[in-house]
Nanobody
């Protein structure tokens, strides 16, 4: 059974940085495109970044130039480096497989506030 565990969230001031991690187990992680999603209060969950098996990346316009997605297939772990954070980045962040969603993990809360 696939398990996804997100970590690294927290409270940060506007302009600050955070690095999120997603640890996967029970799956051939390296075989899949993986993505980071977020869900803000009262809003639908959205895909903000994705990365192919070989490292090709795509970003939502709202985070382009500020967020960087990466992965370490040997560790079955994916990362999201978030810089220049804005209050509108406040959300619970999740990782998953865009092509066919697995069960969601618990997510990690990111709060950007002064």
């Amino acid at each position: 059974q696939v398990q996804l565990v997100e970590s690294g969230g927290g409270l940060v001031q506007p302009g600050g940085s955070l690095r999120l991690s997603c640890a996967a187990s029970g799956t051939p992680f390296s075989s899949y495109v993986m993505g980071w999603y977020r869900q803000a209060p009262g809003k639908e969950r959205e895909l903000v970044a994705q990365i192919s098996r070989t490292g090709t990346t795509n970003y939502a316009d709202s985070v382009k130039g500020r967020f960087t997605i990466s992965r370490d297939n040997t560790k079955k772990t994916m990362y999201l480096q978030m810089n220049s954070l804005k209050p509108e980045d406040t959300a619970v962040y999740y990782c998953n497989r865009p092509s066919a969603i697995w069960a969601w993990g618990q997510g990690t809360q990111v709060t950007v506030s002064s």
